[in-house]
């Protein structure tokens, strides 16, 4: 399994923009596809954008795209999640996620990181 650590979350007024970081460690990053998911306050974990192993092919969560923009450095051993134009309802905790393919459902997960809290607020 790979471990993951977020970095990248705080506080940030409506319309404003955050860049989230994981790292990951293992021998088998350039191999397993990564995610991220979040998780509002009182709701269930939901699907925010997944990228392959060699990041040419990334997806997103419809309500999403074009405000959200997942990436990864392989050399790097990380992956990003570009945000724009946030908007109070994305204050949520997001988390990282490796998988062996690239899936959108939380309960198929392999590894999850600990967390990184994104807040959206005036």
């Known amino acids: 399994q790979a471990q993951l650590v977020e970095s990248g979350g705080g506080l940030v007024q409506p319309g404003g923009s955050l860049r989230l970081s994981c790292s990951a460690s293992?021998?088998?990053?350039?191999?397993?596809?990564m995610a991220w998911f979040r998780q509002p306050p009182g709701k269930e974990r939901e699907f925010v954008a997944a990228?392959?192993?060699?990041?040419?092919?990334?997806f997103y969560e419809d309500s999403l795209k074009g405000r959200f923009t997942i990436s990864r450095d392989i050399a790097k051993n990380t992956m990003y999640l570009e945000m724009n134009s946030l908007e109070p309802e994305d204050t949520a905790l997001y988390y990282c996620?490796?998988?062996?393919?690239?899936?959108?459902?939380?309960?198929?997960?392999?590894?999850w990181g600990q967390g990184t809290q994104v807040t959206v607020s005036s």
């Open positions: 293992g021998r088998l990053f350039s191999t397993y596809a």
């Open positions: 996620a490796a998988n062996k393919q690239v899936v959108t459902s939380a309960s198929l997960i392999d590894s």
């Open positions: 990228i392959n192993y060699s990041g040419s092919i990334t």
